[in-house]
């Protein structure tokens, strides 16, 4: 089991739930059923391409998945994948 | 290069904790008088950090805002007070930090940071400290402070969650030796056994781009304006800038370059993220339109498929008899703190297409949230749906409150 770790910007799109335990061996099939679950962050994740977006980082413990094998980065049992969206702080509207 | 500065004796019984301390002493204070900080914005992060940084004796501080003090910054921006508000932040700052030590130099900077002025002013100084509120000026303070070789100490917040780092200073990754060379299996085992990356101290570190290459697309990702911020948030990460920003100068301990430390006030935990040097960054040769790299586009070339709508013009054509469907785009959380009495339906801005069957085609619809932001979003998707005619309130029910019904609080 993969233990997956939601910023508050996307936990509105995952019923408020900071984590989300789903099944996997690489990270893109993580990623995948975690969507199935919640298909409204898909949008969130993923550009018009199906790519995972530049501003979203996704780490496996404390490594980033883009210095790995990216989507295809293999999962051991127990592993906890976080996923850290880019923050700036106060303006808007 | 200029004499350096010696401690008077005020001071040395002004920072005689500091100097006890075998790692700074009289030496490591001396650094500090001579040292120089920018300190991009005077907000949530800025607070904490010229406070302490000030406190701890940095010798030269410079300040750059365009602000002026409002009341509802206050419940984390702690260097400001309700005596300065109307104040402009920069001048409200330098009198407090003056307040908290007298014998360091205070530079203002009243504009905003841009890609004609950030070079002469980051040149100026030693380090720059990132406390700005929007994705253009972050990317554009990274920029500069790699353009300036200078080290940028980096700090982010949103709702109860932090990020800090430390950019374009020394300590960083590299591949070990024969690394190009390895096979797919020796890579693979090197990975297993954690020698794929070694940290360097000497290695020249990431900077921003090496953590997010690019910024979100406006409004993907709400503001704290729109989602809120904990005020305690900005006050434990900015110290974090501010501890950082001191061990540079001392160049004591082990920074956070290389490494992203994410807070979550929460569940109260800190986490460490490992920030490699991206292969496939471009190199930064130049400062660019970082509006336009933001995706943000000056409003009269946007076309809008509804009509725009300012409160005083709403107002008046409802006393004429105007009788639009209204539609609140906010959260529950601000329509408790304020709600228009004539809301026909709230619906968050989000969500706002799941509740379309209930708005009438055959009446005008006025859209409405805090200040006009998201209910432009949520016209656009409604417009998408086919409805034609739509009203998005500009400055919404913030200027609503200022301009029509000033019994209504503001927040």
Redesign the interface.
């Known amino acids: 089991m993969i233990t997956i770790r939601i910023?508050?910007?996307l936990r509105?799109y995952t019923e408020g739930k900071?984590k989300v335990n789903v099944s996997g061996a690489k990270v893109q099939e993580a990623l995948d059923a975690l969507m199935a679950t919640y298909p409204q962050l898909s949008k969130?994740l993923l550009n018009s391409e199906g790519q995972l977006?530049?501003?979203i980082?996704i780490?496996v413990g404390?490594?980033?998945i883009?210095?790995?094998d990216k989507g295809e980065t293999e999962l051991l049992d127990g592993d906890e994948l976080?996923i850290?969206?880019?923050?700036?702080?106060?303006?808007?509207? | 290069m200029p004499e350096e500065k010696q401690l008077s004796s005020e001071e040395v019984a002004r920072y005689s904790r500091h100097l006890i301390l075998d790692e700074v002493g009289i030496g490591g204070q001396t650094k500090l008088k001579n040292a120089s900080v920018l300190c991009v914005g005077t907000?949530?992060?800025g607070s904490p950090v010229l406070m302490y940084l000030a406190a701890a004796g940095v010798g030269r501080i410079g300040i750059i805002d365009f602000d002026v003090v409002d009341e509802s910054n206050l419940q984390r921006q702690v260097l400001h007070g309700t005596s300065t508000i109307g104040v402009p932040k920069v001048q409200s700052a330098k009198a407090r930090l003056l307040d908290i030590n007298p014998h360091i130099d205070i530079v203002l900077f009243e504009e905003p940071l841009s890609a004609e002025n950030a070079i002469r002013i980051v040149e100026q100084f030693d380090v720059v400290v990132d406390g700005?509120?929007?994705?253009p000026t972050?990317y554009l303070v990274n920029d500069a402070c790699v353009l300036c070789n200078k080290p940028n100490v980096y700090g982010?917040?949103?709702?109860?969650?932090g990020?800090a780092s430390v950019f374009n200073h020394v300590g960083g990754w590299v591949r070990p030796e024969g690394w190009d060379t390895a096979t797919a299996e020796e890579r693979k085992a090197a990975?297993k056994n954690k020698k794929d990356?070694i940290y360097s101290q000497t290695q020249p570190g990431p900077n921003y781009r090496d953590?997010?290459?690019?910024?979100?697309p406006p409004g993907?990702?709400?503001?704290?304006?729109?989602?809120g911020?904990l005020g305690i948030l900005p006050g434990v990460i900015g110290c974090i800038q501010a501890n950082e920003c001191i061990k540079i100068i001392l160049g004591i301990g082990r920074t956070l370059s290389g490494r992203?430390l994410?807070y979550d006030a929460l569940?109260m935990q800190f986490?460490?993220?490992?920030?490699?040097p991206?292969p496939d960054a471009k190199p930064i040769t130049a400062l660019i339109d970082y509006q336009q790299f933001c995706g943000i586009f000056p409003e009269e070339e946007k076309v809008d498929s509804f009509d725009r709508i300012s409160v005083q013009e709403a107002s008046l054509r409802m006393k004429e008899g105007w009788e639009p469907f209204v539609l609140d785009v906010r959260g529950a959380t601000e329509a408790e703190i304020v709600s228009l009495d004539f809301v026909d339906l709230r619906q968050p801005h989000?969500q706002v297409t799941e509740i379309a069957a209930k708005l009438p085609k055959n009446r005008d619809i006025l859209v409405h949230?805090?200040?006009?932001?998201?209910s432009?979003k949520a016209c656009a998707a409604l417009a998408d749906l086919g409805y034609t005619r739509l009203y998005n309130l500009e400055g919404?029910i913030v200027g609503w409150a200022k301009e029509i019904d000033t019994q209504l609080p503001t927040y």
Not at chain 1, 84 to 93: C, E, K, M, R, T
Not at chain 2, 132 to 135: P, R
Request: contains cysteine; charged residues 25%; positive net charge.
């Open positions: 910023p508050t910007p509105a900071a969130h977006r530049s501003f980082n780490y404390d490594e980033d883009r210095f790995l976080s850290i969206p880019s923050i700036a702080g106060g303006q808007g509207a | 907000g949530g992060l700005t509120d929007n994705f972050r982010s917040i949103f709702k109860f969650e990020q990975r990356w953590l997010y290459p690019e910024p979100p993907l990702v709400p503001s704290c304006a729109e989602g911020v992203m994410a569940n986490r460490e993220f490992k920030l490699r991206d989000t949230c805090k200040m006009g932001g998201r432009a919404g």
